[in-house]
């Protein structure tokens, strides 16, 4: 069994770490964020008292932040992940960041003779609650197989894409779907609901229709239709607004970087950055739906209930 070093224990870390506690690995935790950490101790994580404390005896170290800036300021410097990390250790980052980002690690971990993989996923909260989170590695053969190994109880299905960087580019090319579907779920409930239909009658003539998708079947932003959907829990995040925007980001630049015309992609990014200059961005990304109902108004949303505290998707 591995000694397992896990920096960043939030929606998604604090669910996936259970299923290699209960595989019989020992992991060690680091997270700033106290109710994070909580979660995380909750399911068998042992605290770290730093990155630093977290890595030095372990077989294996992921990350799973935020963002690429996070990422970069956890491998890098003194206390961080390449300076304390052991002999032989294997390096990979679950987290989306951006191909720089993803390139850099793979780079600066070479330069150290330290294997990493890019291994972000899919599948949301519930798909990390579940263990069958999609994992997309990226890297070299022997360092995938490695990852492949210990990632297998958190994971449904595990695709090797290719050399450095090719995990993070199939992610960020799928989660530009996932936000346009996203939008058309916004826009499909919100006309569904002014044409009269029934909410639950509708959702099932698109689930056995061609209107069907992930977040229509895993996100549908209507209390009362998909029991883990944010629109049950006001809203609060499962993939925050500021982490969404993140992403479609990342895919509109890289489009942009190559001329690829993105309309669809652009349009969805237009809705989220509308929550997040709302001081909504770390509310659950499926919110946009609040901008296609005429009034403003939607069933499962009230703003004076907001238990989130503003910030990065907590
Ligand atoms: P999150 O914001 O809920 O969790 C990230 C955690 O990282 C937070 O608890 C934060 O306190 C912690 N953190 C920040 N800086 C840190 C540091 N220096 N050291 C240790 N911990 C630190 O985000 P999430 O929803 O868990 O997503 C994590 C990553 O996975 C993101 O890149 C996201 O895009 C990606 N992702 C999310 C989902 C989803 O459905 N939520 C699905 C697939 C991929």
């Not at 052991?86 to 960041?97: E, N, P, R």
């Not at 599948?123 to 360092?143: C, K, S, V, Y």
């Not at 001329?259 to 659950?284: C, F, N, S, T």
Request: hydrophobic share 45%.
């Amino acid at each position: 069994m591995a000694t397992i070093a896990w920096i960043g224990l939030g929606n998604m870390g604090s669910r996936m770490t259970r299923h290699l506690i209960d595989a019989g690995h020992s992991v060690f935790g680091v997270d700033p964020n106290e109710a994070a950490m909580a979660q995380a101790v909750a399911v068998g994580v042992t605290p770290a008292a730093s990155v630093a404390a977290a890595v030095a005896n372990a077989d294996a170290v992921i990350t799973m932040l935020p963002k690429g800036e996070h990422v970069r300021a956890v491998y890098d410097g003194p206390d961080g992940i390449w300076a304390n990390a052991k002999q032989g250790a294997v390096l990979f980052d679950s987290s989306t960041v951006d191909l720089d980002t993803s390139g850099w690690c793979h780079t600066g971990s070479q330069e150290r003779g330290i294997a990493f993989v890019d291994a972000p996923v899919s599948g949301g909260t519930a798909g990390a609650a579940d263990g069958t989170l999609a994992f997309m590695l990226g890297g070299d053969a022997a360092a995938v197989e490695r990852v492949r190994e210990l990632i297998a109880p958190m994971a449904g299905n595990i695709f090797a894409t290719g050399g450095p960087t090719t995990g993070i580019a199939a992610k960020i090319a799928n989660n530009m779907m996932l936000f346009i579907a996203q939008q058309a779920c916004a826009e499909g409930s919100q006309l569904a609901e002014q044409l009269g239909l029934d909410a639950q009658v509708f959702w099932d003539v698109v689930t056995a229709s061609s209107g069907n998708s992930w977040p229509q079947q895993t996100w549908y932003p209507v209390p009362g239709i998909v029991e883990r959907a944010a629109a049950n829990q006001n809203f609060d995040a499962t993939f925050s607004a500021d982490l969404a925007r993140k992403d479609i980001g990342l895919a509109v630049q890289a489009g942009a970087d190559r001329g690829v015309a993105l309309p669809g992609a652009q349009a969805a990014m237009a809705q989220l950055d509308r929550l997040i200059a709302e001081g909504l961005g770390h509310k659950d990304c499926s919110l946009v739906v609040k901008y296609s109902s005429p009034d403003g108004k939607v069933a499962g949303y009230d703003p004076e209930f907001d238990t989130q505290t503003e910030g990065v998707s907590r």
